[in-house]
Each structure stands twice: as structure tokens, then as C-alpha cells.
Nanobody
Framework: QVQLEESGGGLVQPGGSMGLSCAAS????????MGWYRQAPGNQRELVAT???????NTADSVKGRFTISRDNAKNTVYLQMNNLKPEDTAVYYC????????????WGQGTQVTVSS
């Protein structure tokens, strides 16, 4: 049974930084893409950034240059470093892991709230 344990999140002032992490367990994740999505109230869930097992990344234009995704394959953990946060970054952030060859194996974390406000 795949489990995703997210940590980080909370309240941060505009211009501040915050890190999120997501530890996956219950399977081998060598061929899983790992990533982060977010959903603000009234909006659809949207891609933030993903990273393949080989280290290829895909980052949303809205956060490019401010957010960095990385992963530690030995720890089955994906990280999201968020810098220069803006109020519009406020959302629930969800961790996702998806098998690159069998996308039906697709798992989500419970979500963590990130609020950017003064």
C-alpha cells in the first residue's frame, strides 16, 4: 500500500521562503515520477512541478525561477523549495507519485496548506 507523508506548509509572509517534503513508502519508486500540485479555493488543481526518476523536471511557468523541485531516490522523498512567495501561491499543495510506465498507478498525498499573507 503506497503512502505519502507530506511535511512543511503553514503561514509565510510575502517574499518569504518555505520548503515542502513528501516521503513515499510501500513500493519501489525507481520508475515513478514525483511531483507537486496545488489547488486554491474555487480553482482546479494545477501542476506546480514534477521530477522523473532520472531527474528531468517540469515546472509551471507561474513558479519558474522561484520554486525548485528535487528528489532523493534513496529516501523516496521529493522536495519543493519555494522562494519569493506571493499571495497567489496560497493553496493546498498535494504530493503526487505516478508510475512512468503504468500511469494507472497514481497516488496522492492528503495535502498541506500553504498560506502567503502579511
Amino acid at each position: 500500500q503506497v503512502q505519502l507523508e507530506e511535511s512543511g506548509g503553514g503561514l509565510v509572509q510575502p517574499g518569504g521562503s518555505m520548503g515542502l517534503s513528501c516521503a513515499a513508502s510501500g513500493s519501489s519508486f525507481n520508475f515513478y515520477r514525483m511531483g507537486w500540485y496545488r489547488q486554491a479555493p474555487g480553482n482546479q488543481r494545477e501542476l506546480v512541478a514534477t521530477i522523473t526518476s532520472g531527474g528531468n523536471t517540469n515546472t509551471a511557468d507561474s513558479v519558474k525561477g522561484r520554486f525548485t523541485i528535487s528528489r532523493d531516490n534513496a529516501k523516496n522523498t521529493v522536495y519543493l523549495q519555494m522562494n519569493n512567495l506571493k499571495p497567489e501561491d496560497t493553496a493546498v499543495y498535494y504530493c503526487n507519485v505516478r508510475n512512468q510506465w503504468h500511469p494507472q498507478y497514481d497516488y496522492w498525498g492528503q495535502g498541506t496548506q500553504v498560506t502567503v499573507s502579511s
